[in-house]
């Protein structure tokens, strides 16, 4: 398939490395025109210098930008990825945004005869440089039947949650499970810490239990000793707790857990610690300490 790559991060670039190592014919755009001109040293493609070039020939267009803004300057800005499209182009869209982008882009797409899915993704830059990630996906059946060849390169797992939208709900509760997962680790390391328990010997035993988490596995023992120079930035997840606190809003629900969460970040954020993993949490223990 001719396949159109738009954002090369983090997960882009390797993601965008799947498709084309699967053999498909792959054009790639990235905003700092470096980055594309590295993706194709690195793999076989070629790239463009707007996503409307990048996505004219395509029959599947992926994006994975920051946000929703993002989003919509690369769609519908006057060099937008749906300027010179081709009939019937399928758009699938990996960044973590709003249900409400996704509708908004959706809706553009069918009057402009175009197919449209929001297809958030987890587990991280390791999930896609070993092309395991988990897709949420948000569409028809018969889009995703179609777009399956081209998200088996880099995911484990794709599941269609319902209509357009129903994508970034799903990937809203992965980070509100996420958000809840690391408040409880954070207090239960400390506890364990200041007990004077031997933190390794803690994990390895607590994962066989009801208590098991992928947290707990890949993030205790870091988090006991102070390392958080690495994973998902807490600037991302608190661009992703936001929106789920926006979501429950328009509910009219309340997550006061997230949003405690949240606080902790903003505050940690504003320590200068913005890079840092979402294991950092426990850090915030501190401050109330
Ligand atoms: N990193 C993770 O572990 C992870 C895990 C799951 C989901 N996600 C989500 O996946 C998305 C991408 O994450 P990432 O880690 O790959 O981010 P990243 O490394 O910061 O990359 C963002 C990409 O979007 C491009 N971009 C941003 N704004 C743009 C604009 N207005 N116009 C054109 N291009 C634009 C950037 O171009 P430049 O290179 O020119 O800046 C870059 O290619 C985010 O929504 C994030 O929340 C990330």
Same mark, same amino acid.
């Given at each position: 398939?001719?396949?159109?790559?738009?954002?090369?991060?983090?997960?882009?670039?390797?993601?965008?490395?799947?498709?084309?190592? !699967?053999?498909?014919?792959? %054009?790639?755009?990235?905003?700092?025109?470096?980055?594309?001109?590295?993706?194709?040293?690195?793999? #076989?493609?070629?790239?463009?210098?707007?996503?409307?070039? /990048?996505?004219?020939?395509?029959?599947? %267009?992926?994006?994975?930008?920051?946000?929703?803004? =993002?989003?919509?300057?690369?769609?519908?800005?006057?060099?937008?990825?749906? #300027? &010179?499209?081709?009939?019937?182009?399928?758009?699938?869209? &990996?960044?973590? /945004?709003?249900?409400?982008?996704?509708?908004? @882009? &959706?809706?553009?797409?069918? *009057?402009?005869?175009?197919?449209?899915?929001?297809?958030?993704?987890?587990?991280?830059?390791?999930?896609?440089?070993?092309?395991?990630?988990?897709?949420?996906?948000?569409?028809?059946?018969?889009?995703?039947?179609?777009?399956?060849?081209?998200? +088996?390169?880099?995911?484990?797992?794709?599941?269609?949650?319902?209509?357009?939208?129903? $994508?970034?709900?799903?990937?809203?509760?992965?980070?509100?499970?996420?958000?809840?997962?690391?408040?409880?680790?954070? *207090?239960?390391?400390?506890?364990? #810490?200041?007990?004077?328990?031997?933190?390794?010997?803690?994990?390895?035993? @607590?994962?066989?239990?009801? /208590?098991?988490?992928? #947290?707990?596995?890949?993030?205790?023992?870091?988090?006991?000793?102070?390392?958080? +120079?690495?994973?998902? !930035?807490?600037?991302?997840?608190?661009?992703?707790? $936001?929106?789920?606190?926006?979501?429950?809003?328009?509910?009219?629900?309340?997550?006061?857990?997230?949003?405690?969460?949240?606080?902790?970040?903003?505050?940690?954020?504003? *320590?200068?610690?913005?890079?840092? =993993?979402?294991?950092?949490?426990?850090? /915030?223990?501190?401050?109330? !300490?």
């Amino acid at each position: 398939m001719k396949v159109s790559f738009i954002g090369l991060g983090t997960m882009g670039y390797p993601m965008a490395g799947h498709v084309s190592k !699967a053999g498909h014919s792959v %054009v790639v755009y990235n905003r700092s025109t470096q980055k594309a001109q590295n993706w194709c040293k690195e793999y #076989q493609g070629a790239f463009s210098s707007t996503p409307a070039l /990048a996505a004219q020939d395509a029959d599947i %267009v992926l994006t994975c930008v920051g946000n929703d803004d =993002d989003l919509r300057a690369v769609y519908l800005g006057p060099d937008g990825a749906f #300027q &010179h499209a081709k009939t019937g182009t399928l758009f699938i869209d &990996h960044t973590t /945004a709003s249900a409400e982008v996704a509708k908004e @882009l &959706h809706q553009a797409a069918q *009057e402009r005869g175009f197919g449209f899915m929001d297809a958030p993704v987890s587990g991280g830059q390791a999930g896609a440089v070993n092309g395991v990630l988990t897709v949420m996906i948000g569409g028809t059946i018969s889009d995703l039947e179609r777009a399956q060849p081209v998200l +088996d390169c880099y995911a484990k797992a794709t599941s269609l949650m319902g209509p357009v939208g129903n $994508g970034q709900i799903a990937k809203m509760v992965n980070q509100i499970l996420i958000g809840g997962v690391l408040s409880g680790l954070s *207090e239960g390391i400390r506890f364990a #810490q200041t007990a004077g328990l031997d933190i390794p010997t803690l994990v390895d035993t @607590l994962k066989h239990g009801a /208590a098991g988490s992928w #947290q707990l596995e890949n993030r205790g023992e870091t988090m006991a000793k102070n390392e958080f +120079d690495f994973g998902f !930035a807490i600037e991302w997840m608190h661009k992703d707790l $936001g929106l789920c606190l926006a979501q429950a809003e328009k509910m009219g629900i309340k997550i006061p857990l997230t949003q405690a969460v949240d606080q902790d970040y903003q505050a940690l954020i504003a *320590e200068g610690r913005g890079r840092q =993993d979402t294991s950092v949490l426990v850090k /915030a223990l501190d401050k109330k !300490a």
